[in-house]
């Protein structure tokens, strides 16, 4: 009986200091700005900083990070001193100016909401339905609208199905969601994403 009461006792003091030890994003939140190489990372508020980052592009310029973005490769030391080598295109994200910019196709584009589902707009070439008369693919740019899954780190289109899929998580919220109309639903959207999120805040590291 009396390794069960320290049983709880130390789940408790766990649990409590798992709470102190985070924080509901909120606008207020402050990212460390560097590179984040994966959403782990990025969840954990750990990206590559700066003063690792080695580039002959002046550190000391507000856009370093988005200059850095257009090399092929990012070089930086690690947390043992060692020198790595990366592909621009398998990085995450970074932060730069209390801003975050996912990477999406080889873009980096900013994360214009945060939290459990993410959400962002990006450009996208779109092939139309003909051909050009000389034989060549006429293709266009297009803005769409894009939602991060931060559990899963997947990236789907904004549309009434996949948030279906996302709300499934929550019983009621799904339930409410499924009463709609299709023309409701794709009207609703960004109201119940921001349901979801306030319900289901993103926990990060207190600053």
């Known amino acids: 009986m009396k390794q069960l009461f320290s049983f709880i006792l130390l789940l408790i003091s766990l649990n409590t200091f798992s709470q102190n030890d985070s924080v509901a994003y909120s606008r207020d939140y402050e ?3 560097g590179i984040f190489l994966t959403i782990d990372q990025f969840k954990s508020n750990d990206p590559v900083p700066r003063s690792a980052i080695i580039s002959n592009i002046p550190k000391n310029q507000l856009d370093f990070l988005s200059q850095l973005m257009r090399l092929k490769n990012i070089v930086y030391k690690d947390a043992t001193g060692n020198v790595q080598r990366v592909e621009r295109s398998s990085i995450w994200g970074y932060c730069q100016n209390r801003t975050i910019y996912l990477n999406f196709t080889d873009e980096f584009d900013r994360l214009s909401v945060i939290g459990r589902i993410g959400h962002f707009t990006a450009s996208v070439k779109t092939s139309v339905a003909f051909s050009d008369p000389m034989g060549a693919n006429t293709t266009y740019d297009e803005l769409r609208q894009f939602i991060l899954d931060v559990e899963t780190n997947k990236i789907l289109d904004f549309n009434g199905k996949n948030m279906e899929t996302l709300l499934v998580r929550d019983a009621d919220l799904y339930k409410q969601f499924m009463a709609l109309k299709k023309r409701e ?23």
């Open 31 to 33: 990212f460390n700005e």
């Open 185 to 207: 639903k794709a009207d609703a959207i960004f109201i119940y994403l921001r349901r979801y999120n306030e319900k289901h805040p993103l926990y990060l590291p207190a600053n």
